[in-house]
């Protein structure tokens, strides 16, 4: 079945260092890749997102690339801070059906 | 603008009983969604409703089962509860605009089968 995989699970990285969590999925109609941030006890919620027709989008300190040939994405976070310690949640988005990975998170260290 | 809304929150039933959780989406949406949330495995799709129809089902067992109703709310069913159904159910709203887009997920409710 269709697959979407992410990596790492776990990632840790200095105040300040950027971070960069990668999928890759296997269903070539994929046409919408949201990236979703879950706080601890709190709800998953859209930090950005990008469609096939674009191969870059970037939103203050967090940016998304979209390797279409390769069916490649990856989420870039620069000068990271406390805040940004949560875990992460890429999708591949096809028409009505969405999958997830399964989720990286991030850890800042002071 | 009201969120998406689940109830209840918390749950704690026991092996073998049954159990019925709601989802109430964002006012005007109607696709409905529901992901089931383990340590470690990440966001496991449940089915997804439109239009009061499933559209699209995960790999669940049939105790999995849901439905939506014609102002778009949602309930989700688990018959004979195993210990392993313990996990946080969290469901979804869209807008329908013929492309994929942003869900909003829900609060989640916590489910635990002793």
């Known amino acids: 079945g269709e697959n979407v995989e992410q990596h790492p699970s776990t990632l840790s990285v200095q105040e300040g260092d950027s971070a960069v969590i990668k999928c890759t999925y296997s269903?070539?109609?994929?046409?919408?890749f949201p990236w979703y941030k879950q706080e601890l006890g709190k709800r998953p919620q859209l930090i950005i997102d990008?469609?096939?027709?674009?191969g870059e989008k970037k939103d203050q300190r967090i940016a998304v690339t979209l390797n279409k040939t390769a069916k490649h994405f990856s989420l870039h976070i620069t000068e990271t801070q406390p805040e940004d310690s949560a875990v992460y949640f890429c999708?591949?988005?096809?028409?009505?059906?969405?999958?997830f990975g399964k989720g990286t998170r991030l850890h800042i260290l002071p | 603008k009201a969120g998406v809304t689940q109830t209840p929150r918390y749950l704690i039933k026991t092996r073998g009983q049954q159990v019925t959780l709601s989802c109430s989406p964002i006012?005007?949406?109607?696709?409905v969604s529901w992901y089931q949330q383990t340590p470690g495995q990440g966001l496991q799709f449940l089915f997804e409703?439109?239009?009061?129809?499933?559209?699209n089902k995960g790999n669940f067992p049939g105790r999995f089962s849901g439905r939506q109703f014609s102002n778009s709310r949602s309930e989700m069913n688990v018959s004979t509860l195993e210990l392993g159904d313990s996990a946080l159910y969290l469901c979804?709203?869209?807008?329908?605009?013929?492309?994929?887009?942003?869900?909003?997920f829900g609060q989640g409710t916590r489910l635990t089968v002793v």
């Open positions: 979804a709203s869209s807008a329908d605009t013929g492309s994929p887009n942003e869900a909003f």
């Open positions: 269903d070539s109609a994929s046409n919408y």
């Open positions: 990008i469609r096939s027709n674009v």
């Open positions: 999708a591949a988005a096809a028409d009505d059906k969405i999958i």
């Open positions: 006012s005007g949406h109607r696709s």
């Open positions: 409703y439109f239009s009061e129809t499933q559209r």
